[in-house]
Nanobody, 117 residues
């Protein structure tokens, strides 16, 4: 059974930092791509960052470029999202995402990030 479990969400003041982690139940080498989405109530889930394993490339939403960094730790089967210079508009539920080698999609349960003074 494939599972993704996020951790690291919480509340922070504008300008602060948080690091989200997503632990995969199988080797991250079994995924074509892994990344992060976020969603606020009443809006569609939006892509934040995506790592394409085959070409070791990472893409980011324009709104987070230069502030967020996504990466993987294969030894821990973990994908992370380092978020710096957070803004109130970054407030959302963040979801870990993975597409396995069979093109099946998997989602974590979500973790709340709140940026507020």
């Amino acid at each position: 059974q494939v599972s993704l479990v996020e951790s690291g969400g919480g509340s922070v003041q504008p300008g602060g930092s948080l690091r989200l982690s997503c632990a995969a139940s199988i080797s991250i080498n079994m995924y074509n791509r892994m990344g992060w989405y976020r969603q606020v109530p009443g809006k569609q889930r939006e892509l934040v960052a995506m790592i394409i394993s085959r070409v070791s490339a990472t893409s980011y939403a324009d709104s987070v470029k230069g502030r967020f960094t996504a990466g993987t730790d294969s030894a821990k089967n973990t994908v992370y999202l380092q978020m710096n210079r957070l803004k109130p508009e970054d407030t959302a539920v963040y979801y870990c995402y993975a597409q396995d080698l069979g093109s099946l999609e998997h989602w974590g349960q979500g973790t709340q990030v709140t940026v507020s003074s």
